[in-house]
């Protein structure tokens, strides 16, 4: 079984990302890179049996921080779910580059979203107008199993 210290110790060439718009997104497609503007954040109240103080929220537990913050470019906008420490990133203005995006779906609409195998990152301001008008996340999806 060869390696690649075997071969030369050459690694692979890492591919260059390929920027997508929010217009192209797609429900249950992963794998996205976008530079997005932050229109607004909201923070959602964390509710649950962690928050209940009830036995699942022991002292060493820490609370999870949710805010959905409505981000876009030229293209659309689509609502951005922001857990624990991308909620400080979040802030209404600022430019922020999505490595590794996800669609969820929530009660059929999408949901951006960026999971640990992902980055948030805070960039340069971007010279590009939100669109508004083109919001992602109030189409509805429905399931449809095909027999």
């Known amino acids: 079984m060869a390696t690649a210290a075997a071969k030369g110790g050459e690694k692979p060439a890492l591919r260059k990302p390929v920027f997508g718009k929010v217009d192209q997104l797609s429900p249950g497609t992963v794998g996205h890179t976008l530079t997005v503007k932050v229109v607004s ?17 022991s002292a060493g537990s ?68 939100v669109k508004e008008d083109n919001n992602m996340s109030l189409v509805e999806y429905e399931l449809v199993n095909v027999a």
């Open 41 to 57: 954040a909201k923070p959602i109240a964390p509710r649950g049996r962690a928050a209940g103080g009830g036995p699942a929220a």
């Open 62 to 129: 820490r609370q999870v921080r949710i805010a959905e913050c409505i981000v876009g470019d030229e293209t659309g906008v689509i609502v951005f779910t922001a857990r624990n420490d991308q909620v400080d990133l979040l802030k209404p203005g600022t430019t922020v580059l999505l490595r590794n995006a996800r669609i969820d779906m929530f009660k059929g609409s999408m949901r951006l979203a960026v999971d640990k195998w992902g980055r948030v990152e805070v960039t340069e301001a971007a010279d590009f107008t």
